[in-house]
């Protein structure tokens, strides 16, 4: 019952604050009004409720800035205040969810200079003054929107991280396999640890931060399969690769295998916990150590000219057991990151007679 009473003051005391500055920014603001417009949105659409943004103040948000030209800084910086002045958990939770809308919601031109916005420093998302060990979700959200805002929404509507000029050269592969496993794939496996970072909030009953979980879910899913896609490229074209480059192949790899479990246990815990059942979760192929720890010895044998012969089996990953009735399984038979490793060094010449004289070939003994 106390605890009832005291939300509800909070309540009353956040509302009044909100009306406050509402109208404090209709008196005050020398901008404009169409600047004026744009603040009270943003004020309008972060208030101290529980409630996800409704959709009117992002379509109102949206409009005033298509119609005033140079106004995505200002609404930037006053997102920017907004976040470092409260010290209001919601508050705060949904001017962060105010910036995942935007980037989600606006056109490639408004992504670009918001993008452009963050980078001069106009548009701040750091949470750091919610240090209290019950704002994690917070802190967590916050950081993984630094580095959402690296990536765009390309013209089929996915995702799809914002590269620039420059990078890494390996040699003569295919350039779109060369870029996306040297350049796409690091970017995946950070978006992905900014995403296992993110715990689900267990209070079903916290609106807010279910709707900006299950938006950074969907999210994940599209990279997902960017990721794996990567895996698949980088493990086919492994032993083609320079030895700095398979060194590299491997550092990725194990950065992968601690992750694909992760992944799968966050996934299967946000099944449990998280109130959106409408979720469709893709099917988390978990890559085990063992078989990284393989590569990289079959690379050292490559690297010191010994003859060596590697071939694909049918081995079950570790992390079988994890599976579950009704969840993902991880397939023994098509599964692109099950190989064994076989080295067979020859102890017998066989000699045969040329014209232009012997030639000795080395044949294995199996």
Excluded at 97 to 111: A, D, Q, T
Excluded at 163 to 177: A, D, P, R, V
Excluded at 302 to 331: A, D, L, Q
Excluded at 341 to 349: D, G, H, L, N, P
């Amino acid at each position: 019952m106390g605890v009832d009473i005291q939300s509800k003051l909070r309540l009353a005391l956040g509302s009044m604050k909100d009306h406050a500055s509402i109208g404090k920014a209709m008196i005050y603001n020398h901008d404009g009004k169409a600047f004026s417009d744009i603040e009270v949105a943003v004020l309008r659409a972060t208030g101290h409720d529980n409630d996800p943004i409704e959709d009117k103040y992002m379509h109102e948000i949206l409009f005033l800035v298509s119609n005033s030209p140079g106004s995505i800084p200002f609404l930037a910086e006053r997102i920017s205040r907004r976040l470092c002045k409260t010290r209001d958990r919601l508050v705060a939770l949904k001017t962060l969810s105010l910036i995942h809308r935007l980037l989600r919601g606006g056109n490639r031109c408004f992504e670009r200079e918001l993008r452009s916005a963050h980078v001069s420093g106009h548009l701040q998302m750091s949470a750091n003054s919610f240090r209290n060990s019950s704002f994690s979700f917070l802190r967590s959200y916050a950081a993984y929107l630094e580095e959402r805002v690296g990536w765009a929404i390309n013209q089929a509507g996915k995702l799809e991280p914002v590269m620039f000029n420059g990078g890494l050269e390996f040699g003569c592969y295919e350039e779109k396999s060369v870029d996306m496993v040297f350049r796409k794939l690091p970017k995946c496996q950070a978006f992905i640890d900014r995403v296992l970072d993110c715990s689900p909030p267990r209070d079903v009953a916290d609106n807010l931060a279910q709707a900006a979980m299950g938006n950074t879910l969907k999210e994940s899913f599209q990279v997902y399969i960017m990721y794996c896609e990567g895996i698949e490229i980088l493990i086919n074209m492994f032993f083609d690769l320079s030895r700095p480059a398979r060194t590299l192949a491997c550092d990725i790899l194990k950065r992968a295998s601690r992750q694909s479990k992760e992944l799968h246990d966050l996934y299967e815990t946000c099944k449990r916990v998280m109130e959106n059942r409408n979720l469709e979760y893709p099917s988390v192929q978990i890559i085990t150590m063992d078989h990284v720890l393989a590569l990289e010895q079959c690379s050292s044998f490559m690297s010191t000219g010994s003859p060596i012969m590697c071939r694909t089996g049918t081995s079950t990953p570790v992390g079988k057991e994890n599976e579950k009735e009704g969840n993902e399984v991880v397939s023994s038979s098509s599964n692109q990151f099950s190989f064994t490793f076989e080295t067979k060094i020859s102890k017998v010449w066989v000699v045969f007679d040329e014209d232009y004289g012997e030639l000795q070939v080395p044949i294995d003994i199996v």
